[in-house]
């Protein structure tokens, strides 16, 4: 019984941190595509799309609109998943900073 509630309530203290490193980790995995891909895949069907809002940009010809069309659309999962778990991100923040 003891070890039941001391798990609960490790678990409950620890649940804001453990989220906002999760948050961090699935940011930082998510970027780490960007550059194997750019030099590893021939494949252009196959680029993550972090290479393929790179691709809009030429060497001659630049849109900023579509790179910033493709920017969003890159930013929409992370977006999603930070404003899904915002309330333990922040709590897990919290303890970070004293004031």
Known sequence: MLKK???VAALA???PSLTALG???LVGI???YFWPSLALITNQDLYPLSVAVLTLKGQFNYDPFNVAAGAMVM???I???FLLAQR???R???GAVKG
Request: net charge negative; aromatic share 24%.
């Open 5 to 7: 509630l001391w798990v």
């Open 13 to 15: 203290f620890s649940l």
């Open 23 to 25: 948050i961090f980790t």
């Open 30 to 32: 998510w970027n780490t």
């Open 75 to 77: 930013m929409l999962p």
């Open 79 to 81: 977006l999603l998943v």
């Open 88 to 90: 333990f991100f922040m």
């Open 92 to 94: 897990g923040l919290e």
